[in-house]
């Protein structure tokens, strides 16, 4: 069957001919001739993402590409594969909705790819694929990401920030303090996916041993996520044969991380009649042994930076923003949710997403080929005026219907902002870190008051995941309640 679909290309709306999402019709274009960068022979455009101060800028490089080139280019970016990055809102949906197919593929660190190679360990559900993973991904589903999963994650999630609360109010007691921010909430982030491992009615948790455990583990995650991002752009194979210390580095904390994930998830199995965790439950749900250790270990992998770095970011944003500090005191817990949504908006931690085409598709008015790696770029997105008035501007309160402010401005387009992804391959972890988020900023601002003590400016940098160029300092003290 024919049909007419209308499609953007550089703000000009054409009428293709579209079968079985194919382009027949004459207007048909092809990836040659997107617009692209001008690039040199041999080095391509390398030099351009140098002089933008290379990969840690990647955001702000692939930005401004966007605002030169349009909602969709191809770039290579140094690699011999053309890669094409979107930022229409449309086409992101048309990507997640309609084009990335069964078993939505995604790209992965090369870092990675080459550890699971060498050592032939089977990883959880970020990297699997095809069958095995639609299987575990639907039991997953069922179980942290439906409706009635909040009556089971609210416990171990609140009780681990109630923790979390009386050792700042401890260190508060006497005066204001600095935290050591990101280690407090890789810290917290770690906890609270055990404990949802656990469950709330476990006795493991109380062993020091245990508590001992999970400060060096959290430790280990946050050096995981660090020395990946040492390797970011290298060649890791080199590296690898080289043995050179990057490569041992990070070796050393995947392999120190996953052992212990792997240990602590066994003690869970061991004690399991006597809990009501994710880990139980996937033992209801006749997972194997093996399997769950897989899937568990990565949760807290894929738990650690992601929730700990959003968290620093909105604690950021509200350190700079007495006026937002104060809307959340006079209102509802769920307020939380639109300073999350305006932060996730600025600075999402993924700032892009990955999808590898399963066939030959239509993405705009370009028929695109199988296999052909697109990039959301998400970051662009989420700060385009034409998507967001005031993009640049931390505003919550765009987040809520009944806000009379509102009414001044015009462009809210919602889907622009998809810091969870979209479609089946969507963050599985989305309500454990919504609810962690909520409660959380919810209990610090009504019980602490707090100002951003940097004198320079902060900056986002791509390293991995979207973070502070420096540490973020805080000057806590405790609220004073009126
Ligand atoms: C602010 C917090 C978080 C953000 C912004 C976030 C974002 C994302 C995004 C964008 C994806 C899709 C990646 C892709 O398809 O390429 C993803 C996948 C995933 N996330 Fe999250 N995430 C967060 C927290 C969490 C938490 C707390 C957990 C675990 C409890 C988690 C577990 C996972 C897992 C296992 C996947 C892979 C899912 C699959 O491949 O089926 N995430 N996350």
Redesign the pocket.
């Known amino acids: 069957m024919y049909c007419i679909k209308k499609c953007l290309i550089n703000k000009q709306i054409i009428k293709p001919i579209i079968r079985n999402n194919i382009i027949v019709g004459k207007l048909c274009q092809t990836i040659a001739n997107m617009p692209r960068p001008r690039s040199l022979p041999l080095v391509g455009t390398k030099l351009d993402l140098l002089a933008a101060g290379s990969g840690k800028n990647l955001h702000e490089y692939i930005d401004s590409r966007h605002k030169q080139l349009g909602p969709i280019f191809c770039e290579k970016l140094g690699g011999n594969v053309p890669l094409v990055f979107i930022s229409h809102p449309t086409m992101i949906r048309t990507l997640f909705l309609n084009l990335e197919g069964k078993y939505?593929a995604?790209?992965l660190p090369d870092p990675w790819i080459l550890y699971e190679k060498i050592n032939g360990s089977k990883r959880?559900?970020?990297?699997?694929s095809g069958e095995e993973?639609a299987k575990n991904?639907s039991i997953?589903n069922k179980l942290?990401l439906k409706d009635d999963s909040e009556k089971w994650l609210e416990n171990p999630i609140k009780s681990t920030i109630d923790n979390f609360l009386q050792k700042w109010k401890s260190k508060a007691i006497t005066g204001c303090f600095t935290p050591a921010l990101e280690s407090d909430l890789y810290r917290l982030?770690t906890e609270?996916?055990i404990n949802?491992l656990l469950g709330s009615n476990s006795s493991i948790k109380t062993s020091k041993h245990f508590e001992e455990l999970l400060g060096f583990f959290s430790e280990n995650v946050k050096k995981v996520f660090q020395t990946t991002t040492k390797l970011y752009g290298l060649p890791v194979s080199l590296c690898r044969y080289l043995n050179l210390k990057i490569w041992r580095d990070f070796e050393e904390s995947v392999d120190l991380s996953i052992g212990i994930a792997r240990k602590i998830v066994q003690e869970i199995l061991n004690n399991h009649h006597d809990s009501n965790g994710l880990v139980k439950r996937l033992c209801n749900e006749n997972v194997s042994e093996e399997d769950i250790k897989r899937?568990a270990a990565?949760?807290?992998m894929?738990?650690g930076d992601?929730?700990a770095?959003?968290?620093l970011w909105i604690l950021f944003l509200l350190a700079k923003n007495e006026d937002v500090r104060n809307d959340i005191r006079g209102k509802h817990k769920n307020y939380v949710k639109n300073v999350i949504k305006e932060t996730?908006r600025l600075f999402?931690?993924?700032p892009f997403?990955?999808?590898i085409l399963p066939k030959q598709s239509v993405l705009g008015s370009y028929v695109i080929n199988q296999d052909t790696p697109i990039i959301a770029s998400i970051y662009t997105s989420g700060r385009d005026e034409q998507n967001f008035s005031k993009a640049n501007m931390f505003l919550p309160y765009r987040w809520d219907r009944n806000d009379p402010r509102k009414k001044e401005l015009l462009n809210h387009v919602q889907s622009a902002s998809?810091?969870?992804?979209l479609g089946?391959?969507?963050?599985?972890?989305?309500k454990?870190?919504?609810l962690?988020?909520t409660e959380f900023i919810y209990q610090i601002v009504n019980n602490f008051d707090f100002t951003c003590s940097n004198s320079a400016d902060v900056k986002a940098i791509t390293s991995l995941v979207l973070v502070p160029d420096r540490d973020v300092k805080l000057t806590v003290s405790l609220l004073k309640k009126v």
């Open positions: 939505p995604h790209i959880g559900l970020f990297f699997m993973w991904r997953m942290v982030s609270v996916i949802v899937i990565d949760f807290v894929a738990a992601t929730t770095y959003t968290s996730m999402p931690v993924a997403l990955t999808r998809v810091p969870f992804a089946t391959r969507s963050c599985v972890g989305k454990i870190a919504m962690q988020m």
